[in-house]
């Protein structure tokens, strides 16, 4: 008896096996979704990816850019007013942004990182609002304010009439008649600081 049921077992697998086999190879009308189990023949297709156009290629650049030189301007902010931490920039709003618009921020805020920058500097060197009034009071009298001027047969130079020694010795290289002017005025703050109006015995 128990060989005869195995015998069963076995015929009735055996004679399922091709339904299974002749389902799973039957073609689909592509009007429902592919059953279970089914073999699909031949290639798929080829599988496209379209590539970024140049002008988002040039947003996702200006995004960085931006975000890069927005945290730098927060941080140096932040330092200027003695605030701990900067303030967080979030990148949503940017995605949205035209690129013109975009490359207008990015040459808005490298205006002001130069701006917050040449502020730290002069804070720095003590060029506060009564040591500028003093300085240009002194320039003035050294060089009627031109920091072009060269004066005492070449030795003196610059809005404030530095020699080259002086002005080496606040930290200056060069030739003092050349450096840019609000470098001029930091030049002249620390010395006023550091050597009160004796520099100037003239204009002091």
Not at 84 to 110: D, E, I, M
Not at 147 to 164: D, E, L, N
Request: proline share 7%.
């Amino acid at each position: 008896m128990k060989g005869f049921l195995i015998a069963v077992i076995s015929v009735g697998i055996a004679a399922a096996t091709p339904a299974v086999a002749i389902s799973a190879k039957e073609p689909t009308n592509g009007s429902g979704p592919v059953p279970i189990g089914t073999v699909i023949e031949g290639p798929i297709g080829p599988v496209t990816i379209d590539k970024p156009t140049h002008t988002e290629i040039r947003h996702q650049r200006l995004v960085k850019r931006y975000l890069r030189l927005r945290n730098v301007a927060n941080r140096l902010i932040a330092k200027r007013d003695g605030r701990r931490k900067p303030k967080v920039v979030f990148t949503t709003k940017l995605r949205h942004w035209s690129n013109h618009g975009l490359g207008r921020a990015v040459r808005t805020l490298r205006k002001r990182i130069r701006h917050v920058r040449t502020d730290l500097r002069e804070r720095r060197a003590g060029l506060t609002p009564g040591v500028r009034a003093t300085l240009e009071r002194i320039a003035a009298c050294e060089s009627r304010g031109n920091p072009r001027a060269i004066g005492g047969g070449g030795s003196f130079r610059g809005k404030y009439q530095f020699t080259f020694g002086t002005w080496a010795a606040v930290g200056g290289r060069g030739d003092p008649a050349s450096a840019p002017e609000p470098e001029q005025d930091r030049r002249a703050a620390m010395l006023l600081n550091r050597s009160g109006s004796s520099p100037w015995p003239v204009c002091g």
